[in-house]
């Protein structure tokens, strides 16, 4: 017989699944009431990288999919309740004050710090801004900002005259500049004596332990650093069928331009050459143009510097090999190929006028989005600072703790299993390709400066004839080589 009292109790507690708004509109709720990834994360107890990824297209499930519908409809409740109040109060203004509003923008409000120019429009309704939080009515390259640094401050509405600095809660700065969050916590560090003390004072069990909780550990940090950012990031971003692996255990179609070159003659006699290694490249490379959202396609010719991504080109001729690396590394096969931005910035500033080493590029397509290059510029001064500090105080657990933070955190943000919490396998191999950029421009600075060079290898190996200390400075710094071996060719 059927048990028709259990199908009964199975379509009792059967339901279908809360409705989501679009992943749009469910960041625009969160950061029209000005709330951060991290504290609505916290609130529903997940991580702010989860919350990154609900709002660029996945969904959540089960119990956690009721909590953020929930919180999705009461930010919609609240919005609008506000949204009504203002109106009420935008109807007794006079129309006076609504165009002096429109008008107190400097005139150099439409540039970034570099000199470029940004975009910057009206915003029909006010939206908070990035710095400080408060109403603002334009916004610069998308994302809402008061142009008047007089506007920008803590206690909210626009003052007719500015305050002195100490009477405002918020530090105020330039357009295009973050604020810098005061007594940051030294996660690192607290790590580190922690795992010690875990170990009772073992270093090389604590050093184990710490490389690996290396990935969670980086992300957490990444999180921590973008506290107060001005840009959102998202973390599982739609990617094209270029970034995808061909196969299970393929590659997917970038080209990260990696150099393995070798000098095909050296002049006669006996030379000593020394191979120099350089120090920290994944951690210096983590300063590069990275894609914020999810990446938008375009053909032509056209390279626009305030996007990044990735780009089809047709590479141009290299006449250079017999004493300069080529620089979209070693490649036999003729025709275009998909490289980084880092690559391209690269072909596009030696083809120049400055360089003249060859024409530029030719561009078919690209994928991108709107970029910045100080993305991940906290997270890589916090590391950096810690690396510094672990090699002044012979700290070796601290040392081999960072770099296993930064080259897991970069090896693992593609395809892995290791780290759930970021999939941009577009910036990994940004990354890598800027490693690979910086080791050309080494290379370049060396022959430049009267040096032969011998050798480019990967990331960190150049080789090189003549007084390098006269070019680099030696250490064990990020912006310093060290003597990797010393060797002699030829016969004399």
């Known amino acids: 017989m059927t048990d028709f009292g259990a199908i009964d109790a199975l379509l009792a507690g059967a339901r279908k ?55 999705l409809e009461g930010a919609r409740t609240k919005l609008a309740a506000e949204a009504a109040e203002e109106t009420s109060a935008e109807d007794s203004a006079s129309s006076e004050d609504d165009a002096d509003s429109q008008d107190d923008a400097p005139a150099d409000a439409g540039q970034t710090e570099d000199g470029r120019d940004d975009d910057v429009d009206v915003l029909a309704a006010p939206q908070p801004c990035v710095l400080c939080g408060e109403p603002a009515r334009h916004q610069v390259a998308g994302f809402p900002q008061h142009l008047d640094p007089a506007e920008c401050g803590s ?17 105020v700065v330039p357009v295009g500049r973050r604020l810098q969050t005061a007594d940051s916590p030294d996660l690192i560090g607290t790590a580190v004596e922690s795992a010690l003390a875990e170990h009772s004072g073992d270093v090389e069990s604590a050093t184990e332990a710490l490389v690996k909780r290396a990935i969670p550990d980086a992300m957490a940090l990444l999180d921590h650093s973008r506290m107060g950012g001005r840009y959102d990031v998202v973390a599982h971003p739609w990617m094209p069928d270029v970034l995808r692996k061909q196969s299970s255990r393929g590659a997917d ?17 006996k030379h000593e050459i020394t191979a ?10 983590l300063k590069t143009h990275l894609p914020l959202g ?115 955190f970069v090896s693992t943000m593609g395809e892995s299993n290791y780290n759930r919490e970021l ?70």
């Open 17 to 71: 699944e809360v409705p989501l708004p679009s992943a749009e509109e469910r960041r625009t709720l969160r950061e029209e009431l000005n709330l951060s990834r991290a504290q609505l994360a916290q609130a529903l107890g997940v991580s702010p990288s989860t919350v990154g990824g609900w709002e660029s297209g996945r969904d959540p499930s089960g119990e956690v999919r009721e909590k953020y519908a929930y919180f």
């Open 155 to 171: 206690t909210g509405a626009a003052r007719s005259q500015p305050q002195p600095q100490s009477e405002r809660g918020v530090r």
């Open 253 to 269: 179609q970038i080209w990260e331009a990696r150099p393995k070159w070798s000098r095909s003659e050296l002049p006669a006699g």
């Open 276 to 285: 120099l290694d350089v120090n920290g490249a994944y951690l210096s490379a």
């Open 294 to 408: 999810q990446l938008e396609h375009s053909t032509g010719n056209h390279h626009d510097r305030r996007r990044a991504g990735i780009h089809l080109i047709t590479p141009p001729d290299w006449e250079h090999d017999a004493y300069l690396p080529n620089p979209i590394g070693s490649r036999d096969e003729p025709g275009p190929l998909w490289v980084t931005e880092s690559t391209l910035r690269l072909l596009l500033r030696i083809s120049g006028p400055k360089y003249g080493l060859c024409d530029p590029p030719e561009i078919h397509e690209s994928w991108t989005s709107g970029a910045t290059e100080g993305l991940l510029e906290k997270f890589r001064i916090a590391l950096k600072d810690a690396r510094d500090r672990a090699i002044a105080d012979n700290d070796d657990v601290t040392l081999e703790y960072v770099k296993a933070m930064y080259s897991k």
């Open 423 to 492: 999939y941009r396998t577009d910036w990994m191999h940004l990354i890598r390709s800027q490693a690979f950029a910086n080791l050309w421009w080494k290379a370049h600075r060396a022959y430049d400066e009267g040096l032969m060079v011998v050798r480019a290898m990967g990331t960190d190996e150049l080789h090189v004839i003549g007084d390098w200390r006269a070019v680099f400075a030696e250490g064990r710094g990020v912006t310093e080589v060290k003597v990797k071996d010393v060797y002699t060719l030829g016969t004399g």
